[in-house]
């Protein structure tokens, strides 16, 4: 019998009236677990459980704040093994990436733990005789926090940890394809002692608790990550009252590959940004675009590359791929990898359901690439959020950094050069929120502002210290001695 993972308000674990089912991507016959399926009532619960513990817990010093993030942090490393195999289990992605993820989440909890000590504010001299100024960081009230499931864990902690640490309370709404992660999460809090009501957990349809969430009284704010659409209709109705939104949505990442680039290293890194963790990262390349001259060359090196990637249950070793996270996302790539087949001819590898054997128990699909693709196709313009990689011929840098932004979307965008001048032409003229150099376009670190421009974001950034200015406000005093 699988377990059941109860939703959590005002320090209680509630008893499910009902539960949904949290399936293995890699073998759907496993339940990893039941989750309850969360209530508008519920949600206005936790939300008056979060306005009435807000007092207390922005009371108190931000270091007792931080000195309990770093319990939370404890707490998932001793579960680092469990955290990475149940989060494989859940979303699909390989182990070492799983656990990889779990690492991230512990230093996001570390990271914040320690701005407790610090929480920026300003001190600057005052044109006046003995006035003193300065401007301190208040916390913004109950926040909601919504969730995609491609980073189970690490979106959650990105969220969490800031919002914790600036003295908010906050309901955290999880992804319904892999809630596990965060519901250990917010075990962790519960476990440090962090006091009732501050933190509250609410599984359960988007749909539902989405819209409870958005209209419920106390609410000060949301941070989304998620989808365009789901994005675009809570920014609607968060403005109908004045919310504050932070949204991180849809990406559709170029590489742009030239001429003068190590070789070998830039095949590896396209392989790697366009199909790892099954090409669901948001800051996943979607396109590569390569300059003519090795385009021939390069082409051939990333198919073969590409051919030798081993796809199955990320959970054994040797996997490169895991599945597809549900029915859904197979589908939407399936329907993609068509769409493909009529504008940019045959695939030059994959383009095809995987089956046969334990393939059968999943939803494991071929990492697939279209070339000659041009800039208006719709796998050219389009999220598919799945193993599919346009590739793109440009006739010079130029030619390709118009049309590596000629996209609704700007998150990510990598450029695979030796030419320092081009390093930062591209720096300069791309427009995206996120840029790599020699490196994959996917695979960021928690230290430095994450998010995107255009179609892709809204609000402030997310992570490093630029994470304060959506989670505070400043309290500017004048003051004369
Ligand atoms: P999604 O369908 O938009 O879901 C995201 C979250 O929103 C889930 O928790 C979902 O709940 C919830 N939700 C659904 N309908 C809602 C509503 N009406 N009101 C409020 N919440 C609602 O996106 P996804 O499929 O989970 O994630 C994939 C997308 O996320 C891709 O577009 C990807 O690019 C994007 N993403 C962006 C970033 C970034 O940093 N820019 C990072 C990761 C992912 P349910 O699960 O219950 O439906």
Redesign the pocket.
Known sequence: MPNTYPNYINGEWRTPASTFENRNPANTSEIVGLFAKGTAQEVNEAADAAQAALAGWAGMTAPARGALLFKVADILERKFDQLGEEMTREEGKTLPEAKGEVRRAINIFRYFGGEGSRMPGFLVPSERDRVQMFAIRKPIGVVGL??????PIA?PAWKLAPALICGNTVLL?????SPLSAWRIVEACHEAGIPKGVVNFIA????T???A??KAGPLKAVS????????N??HAEASKRRLRIQL????KNPTIVLADADFNAAVENVANAAFFSTGQ???ATSRVIVEEAIYDKFLDALVARTKKLTVGDGMKPGIDIGPAVDQG?LDTILKYIEIGRQEAGAPLAGGNRLTGGDYDKGYFVEPTIFAGVTENMRIAQE?I?GPVLAVMKAKDFDDAMKIANNIPFG?SASVQTSNVSRVFEFIHRMEAGLLTVNLPSAGVEYQLP???TKD??FGPK?QGPAAFEFYSDYKTVYLKY
């Open positions: 919504i969730t995609p499931w491609n980073f979106i709404k999880p992804a319904s394809a359960g349809s988007g749909g608790i989405g819209e969430l958005v989304f990550t998620g989808s365009c659409e789901v994005g209709w809570l991180e949505m849809g990406g990262k948001c800051t996302a999220e959020f998150l994450f998010g995107g892709s974001s997310e």
